[in-house]
């Protein structure tokens, strides 16, 4: 089992930046695909970004490609998302997933944290 545990969201304007923290325990995450996912009020979870661990392969969304950025401290056993000029429509409840690929869908992966609020104001 792989507890998941998000940190960082807030509030802040057009044009700012957050990081995101997502810190496991039970496991280490060496060996695990992680993916962030985000989910807006009324909508489904929206795919972010998904980093495998074989083969060093990080797929982003469009619509954050440039913007966010995927990192790991295998040290620290925790993964980030840093996310630089967000937008009013990057505003949602972010999750940190992990799995056993990286996959694009919510459904590949078994454990996930319990979100995060991220709000940007225009």
């Known amino acids: 089992q792989v507890q998941l545990v998000e940190s960082g969201g807030g509030l802040v304007q057009a044009g700012g930046s957050l990081r995101l923290s997502c810190a496991a325990s039970?496991?280490?995450?060496?060996?695990?695909?992680m993916g962030w996912f985000r989910q807006a009020p009324g909508k489904e979870r929206e795919f972010i970004v998904a980093?495998?661990?074989?083969?060093?392969?990080?797929y982003y969304a469009d619509s954050v490609k440039g913007r966010f950025t995927i990192s790991r401290d295998n040290a620290k056993n925790t993964v980030y998302l840093q996310m630089n000029t967000l937008k009013p429509e990057d505003t949602g409840v972010y999750y940190c997933a992990a799995g056993p690929s990286g996959s694009l869908r919510a459904a590949q992966y078994p454990y996930w944290g319990q979100g995060t609020q991220v709000t940007v104001s225009s």
């Open positions: 980093d495998t661990w074989s083969g060093g392969i990080t």
């Open positions: 039970g496991r280490t995450l060496s060996g695990y695909a």
